[in-house]
Structure formats: C-alpha cells, structure tokens
C-alpha cells in the first residue's frame, strides 16, 4: 500500500522557536495532503488543507500565519510552527490520499509529537 | 460543515463477545464512510470503510453497515480478542475528512 512518511517523531523545543515537520509520500504523488492535530484523548482535528503548487485551505480557527503549510512538489508537504508556545503541544499528523481519487483511503503519516517547554 | 457523533465513548466487552460502535453524521452529501483503529501514540490505522452506494461490508470479524436515510453507521467487531484493545474513529467525508470522538474499546481476557 502507499506509505506516507513523517519526521521527525518526536520534538521538545522552548517556547518562542519554531519547528517544522515534514509529510513524504514514498511511493505515489499527492497533489492533496491533510494536516491533523490531535490532543491527549481526542480526536483528529483537520487543520488545513495543503494544494501542491497553491496555497494551503486552512480550518476556520487556525491561524495560517502559526502553522506555515507549504507544499512544494508532489510528494512533500511542510507545517511549520511558528513561535511555538505551551499550549501548541500536540500530536501532528499528515495524510496523502493518491492522486486524482476525490474521496477514498487516507494514508497516514507517523504523526510528530511536539512538546514546547 | 460535517458534523460526525459517536457512541458510545467507551466500551468494555468480554473476549469473545461483540462490540458495536455507532455513529451519525449531518451532511447527506458525505459519501465515504471509513473506520480506524488507533493504538497509543501511534497513527490511525483504516479497518474497514464502506461507501454511500452499499449498505453494508465484511471483513472476516469486522463489518460496517451503513443507513444512508438515517444517516448513521455501525462497525462491528465479532469475538474480540485483546489485541482489538484500541481507541475507534469513525469519519466520515464530504469535502473533507471529519472524525468522530472516538471509542475506548477494553477486551477483557
């Protein structure tokens, strides 16, 4: 099946930094990829929308100018958080879906756990 | 937008019995109905899915049915062993995926 990969795992930062984490998929293209953030004992929040070669859809209540999306080939997709505070400590996670399917499988990353101290 | 609930929030099933988790969604425009499983600090992993023009898929001892006219839909998981021990996600897609809330499911040995 597709493989989606994300790095890096795991993350600590101090607060005021920022931090980027990246969304591959190994062996298709993605023209669309999904960003999620979940909390401890909830669910998957879709936070933007990232378009290859546009710019991202971002969920009403995200701040698109904290969580810079880029998307830059068809198989890499960046969420960079900036100037990370406590309470941006979550589990990120990407999805991919194959090109050209408007709804089917996502295929997810490994998620990314930040920590800002 | 879509709006998925889902019940219950937990479940505690004796190994071997069933366990059913149900879930309802707004949007009678949604037309992709997965499930994932998820383990602790780990990514969502798809069981099963079902799409709007079929009212019901099996998995070995997983199944989903679907009610396009209620707009609700079911997974079922039929003698539960501990490694089904996990939190659930239903979702559901219109324009995009929404989740939700999930289900702590415990198989007791």
């Known amino acids: 099946g597709a493989v989606v990969s994300q790095h890096p795992s795991w993350v600590i930062c101090k607060s005021g930094t920022s931090v980027k984490i990246e969304c591959r998929s190994l062996d298709f293209q993605a023209t669309t990829m999904f960003w999620y953030r979940q909390f401890p004992k909830q669910s998957l929040m879709l936070m933007a929308t990232s378009n290859e070669g546009s710019k991202a859809t971002y969920e009403q209540g995200v701040e698109k100018d904290k969580f810079l999306i880029n998307h830059a080939s068809l198989t890499l997709s960046t969420l960079t958080v900036t100037s990370a505070h406590p309470e941006d400590s979550s589990f990120y996670i990407c999805s991919a879906r194959l090109r050209g399917q408007g709804t089917g499988e996502l295929f997810f990353g490994e998620g990314s756990r930040l920590t800002v101290l | 937008g879509e709006n998925v609930e889902q019940h219950p929030s937990t479940l505690s099933v004796q190994e071997g019995d069933s366990a059913v988790i149900k879930c309802t969604y707004s949007?009678?425009?949604?037309?992709?109905f997965p499930w994932y499983k998820q383990e602790l600090g780990k990514r969502p992993q798809l069981i099963i899915d079902?799409?709007?023009?079929?009212g019901e898929k099996k998995d070995q001892r997983i199944a989903v049915t679907l009610n396009k006219t209620a707009k609700h839909f079911s997974l079922h998981i039929t003698e539960t062993q501990p490694e089904d021990s996990a939190v659930y996600f239903c979702a559901a897609h219109d324009y995009k995926l929404s989740f939700g809330a999930g289900t702590t499911v415990t198989v007791r040995a």
């Open positions: 079902i799409r709007s023009n079929v």
């Open positions: 949007d009678s425009a949604s037309n992709y």
